[in-house]
T-cell receptor, first 113, second 112 residues
Framework: SQKIEQNSEALNIQEGKTATLTCNYT??????LQWYRQDPGRGPVFLLL?????KEKRKERLKVTFDTTLKQSLFHITASQPADSATYLC????????????FGIGTKLQVIP | DGGITQSPKYLFRKEGQNVTLSCEQN?????MYWYRQDPGQGLRLIYY???????QKGDIAEGYSVSREKKESFPLTVTSAQKNPTAFYLC???????????FGQGTRLTVV
């Protein structure tokens, strides 16, 4: 069956360091992969998208990589700040047919001042 | 302002009653989605729709029903057949082939 795995344990890092979050998937052939940020009691907010034929995307302090051979995406936040503390979700959008968007469980990031 | 609106924000119902959650968008998006989120859990897909009068079951459709009579609206009914309906429900919309999903602020349903 299709599965998306994120490290469900919280990730605690020191302010200024780089946070790296992992998203692994099985039995998918996604057209692209998205990363979202979710704050408590709120809906997710889109951050970045990377397509199956792209290796890396950047936006300000954010970087996403996508390895379709390993079936893995890495999400990096450089020079992390306490305001980056939130839950980060990866989502896969299927290729072909109906546009199904499936989310991972998310990783809670805590940036410690 | 363009956006996606869910109402109400909090909803309380007695066990055994059906309840309908509203989701409206004025973004002119074709695709709409309903997700359920439980504490400490990710988003699980209930139903999704890409065109009017057509919708697909997601991963946890049992005990739920939807309709898509208008492009702008995608209401979700939580029926009495849903065994654990208490949860945070999120609605989203997206352009087909687009880059991102836009979410509403969510409805927190509590069944007592």
């Amino acid at each position: 069956s299709q599965k998306i795995e994120q490290n469900s344990e919280a990730l605690n890092i020191q302010e200024g360091k780089t946070a790296t979050l992992t998203c692994n998937y099985t039995n998918y052939s996604p057209a692209y992969l998205q990363w979202y940020r979710q704050d408590p009691g709120r809906g997710p907010v889109f951050l970045l998208l990377i397509r199956e034929n792209e290796k890396e995307k950047r936006k300000e302090r954010l970087k996403v990589t996508f390895d379709t051979t390993l079936k893995q995406s890495l999400f990096h936040i450089t020079a992390s700040q306490p305001a980056d503390s939130a839950t980060y979700l990866c989502a896969l959008v299927n290729s072909g047919g109906y546009q199904k968007v499936t989310f991972g469980i998310g990783t809670k990031l805590q940036v410690i001042p | 302002d363009g956006g996606i609106t869910q109402s109400p924000k909090y909803l309380f119902r007695k066990e055994g009653q059906n309840v309908t959650l509203s989701c409206e968008q004025n973004l002119n998006h074709d695709a709409m989605y309903w997700y359920r989120q439980d504490p400490g859990q990710g988003l699980r897909l209930i139903y999704y729709s890409q065109i009017v009068n057509d919708f697909q079951k997601g991963d946890i459709a049992e005990g739920y029903s939807v309709s898509r009579e208008k492009k702008e609206s995608f209401p979700l009914t939580v029926t009495s057949a849903q065994k654990n309906p208490t949860a945070f429900y999120l609605c989203a919309s997206m352009v087909v082939g687009g880059t991102e999903a836009f979410f509403g602020q969510g409805t927190r349903l509590t069944v007592v």
